[in-house]
C-alpha cells in the first residue's frame, strides 16, 4: 500500500534565458515493490533538453502495480525577462549651505522615476557636506533594479552653493587672514581681509574689503584669494618681432661666407637703429629709461635664392622699468614699426647692404618692411608668465590672487 516516489525532483523554480532549455535531470519514480506501472509527464513529450517557447509548469506522475499514486512533481520554469527596464533622473540642481557645519543633501522632491516594479536606490546612499565643499558639485547615481537582476541607472549632479549673506563661505586667503563683523544695519556682514607680512594681492595691496548685505550679495564666496610675494614679479619686456625683404641684382652664392656676411652688417645696422630709434623715444617722452635694444640672438636671414631675395628677421625689445608706464612702451614701438619720421630717421640707412667679394649688394624700401609684425606686445621669458594688473604687464611665477592658484 506505500505510493511509490519521484526521487530528484527539483524544489525551486527553474528560471532560464531565452533560446536556453530547461536542463534539469527527469525525476526518476522508485517503489518499495520495484514496479512502476506508469510513469508519464505533463505536457506529453516534454523534454529538458528541448528549448521551451514560452514559460510553464512540467508535472511528472507515477503510479505502481497496486494503483498507488506517487505525489506528482511539479516543476515550474520561467524564462528571465531580459527587457531592459527604464530609469529617468532628476534635473541637476543646486543646494545653498547656511551653515558650514556637516549637512546631509535630501533627495527629497529629486527622486529618480523608474518603471513600475522595481527598487530605485541611490548612490551615495547619503550626501554629506560641510561649508568646505562650497563651489564644487557631486555626481548621484540612481539605479533602478528588477526582477531577474534587471537594472537600469542614471546621473544627476548636486552643486553645492552658500545661501546668502554668509560670511564663513568667504575663504581666508592664503598667507593671511580674515575678520568679519556684523554691518550697523545688521543685514550683512564687512570682512577685511589682510595679507602677511610683505605680501600682497593681485592689485599690489595688502588688505581687500568687502561688504555683503542680504539683498546686495558681493561677497565673493566663488573666489579663493593669494597673497604672494611681490619680489617674484617683474616688469614685463616690450618686443617687436619684424621681417623685411631684400633683393639681389645677381644670383646669391650659396655660400656661408655670404650669409655670415649679411648677418653681420644686419646686426651692425639693427643695433645702429636701437639706439636712434631710443634717443627719439627718449626725446619724445623725456624717460631716460625708455631703451629699444636689439636681441642679437634672435636676429636671422633666410636666403630664397630662386627669386634672389633675403629675408631678415630680427626681434627688438624695450626692457621693462618700473618707472615706465605701459603707454610708453606700446607708443614708442608703433613708432618703430610703422611708417611715420621716427622709422625714416631711424632706418633709413637699412634700405641697402654694400656688396662684398662674390656676394652681390642687397636692396628695399618701405614696401617691403612689413606692416604687420610677427608680435608685437609685452613678453615674458620662458618659466614665467605674462599677467596684467591694473594698467602693468607683469612676469611672475605665481601671481597674486590666483584664483584657486599655488
Request: glycine share 6%; hydrophobic share 30%.
Amino acid at each position: 500500500k506505500e505510493k511509490p516516489v519521484l526521487d530528484g525532483c527539483p524544489k525551486d523554480e527553474i528560471v532560464i534565458p531565452k533560446l536556453t532549455p530547461a536542463g534539469f535531470t527527469v525525476p526518476v519514480a522508485k517503489d518499495n515493490s520495484n514496479g512502476i506501472k506508469t510513469f508519464s509527464v505533463d505536457p506529453a513529450n516534454f523534454d529538458p533538453s528541448v528549448v521551451p517557447k514560452t514559460g510553464l509548469t512540467v508535472t511528472y506522475s507515477a503510479v505502481d502495480f497496486n494503483n498507488n499514486n506517487a505525489d506528482d512533481c511539479k516543476i515550474k520554469i520561467r524564462i528571465k525577462d531580459d527587457t531592459v527596464p527604464k530609469i529617468t533622473c532628476p534635473k541637476s540642481f543646486i543646494y545653498k549651505l547656511s551653515s558650514n557645519e556637516s549637512t546631509s543633501i535630501p533627495y527629497t522632491g529629486h527622486e529618480a522615476t523608474a518603471t513600475a516594479g522595481g527598487t530605485v536606490t541611490y548612490e551615495p546612499k547619503t550626501l554629506d557636506v560641510t561649508g568646505s565643499d562650497i563651489g564644487s558639485h557631486r555626481v548621484v547615481t540612481a539605479t533602478a533594479t528588477y526582477k531577474d537582476d534587471n537594472k537600469a541607472s542614471c546621473k544627476f549632479m548636486v552643486v553645492i552653493e552658500a545661501e546668502k549673506c554668509q560670511d564663513w563661505a568667504l575663504a581666508t586667503p592664503r598667507n593671511g587672514k580674515k575678520e568679519c563683523k556684523r554691518n550697523a544695519g545688521s543685514n550683512g556682514w564687512d570682512c577685511t581681509l589682510t595679507c602677511d607680512s610683505n605680501k600682497f594681492f593681485y592689485n599690489g595691496e595688502n588688505t581687500e574689503n568687502t561688504e555683503n548685505t542680504e539683498n546686495t550679495n558681493t561677497l565673493q564666496t566663488e573666489m579663493t584669494f593669494s597673497c604672494n610675494d611681490k619680489a617674484h614679479e617683474s616688469k614685463a619686456a616690450y618686443h617687436l618681432t619684424n621681417q623685411y625683404t631684400y633683393t639681389a641684382s645677381t644670383d646669391i652664392p650659396t655660400t656661408e661666407d655670404c650669409v655670415k656676411y649679411y648677418n653681420s652688417v644686419f646686426v651692425t645696422k639693427l643695433k645702429a637703429s636701437a639706439v636712434k630709434a631710443t634717443a627719439s623715444c627718449q626725446g619724445l617722452f623725456n624717460e631716460a629709461d625708455l631703451r629699444v635694444e636689439l636681441i642679437e640672438n634672435l636676429t636671422s636671414i633666410l636666403l630664397i635664392l630662386d627669386a634672389k631675395m633675403v629675408m631678415l628677421n630680427f626681434t627688438m625689445k624695450i626692457p621693462g622699468s618700473d618707472s615706465l608706464r605701459d603707454s610708453r612702451y606700446t607708443t614708442c614701438m608703433n613708432g618703430v614699426k610703422s611708417k611715420t619720421r621716427y622709422v625714416v630717421a631711424g632706418f633709413k640707412h637699412m634700405e641697402s647692404i654694400p656688396a662684398q667679394g662674390s656676394c652681390p649688394g642687397l636692396n628695399t624700401d618701405e614696401d617691403n618692411v612689413n606692416e604687420n609684425p610677427v608680435y608685437n606686445g609685452f613678453f615674458c621669458p620662458p618659466g614665467l608668465k605674462l599677467n596684467k594688473v591694473k594698467d602693468n604687464n607683469l612676469c611672475c611665477k605665481c601671481c597674486r590672487l590666483e584664483l584657486g592658484g599655488t
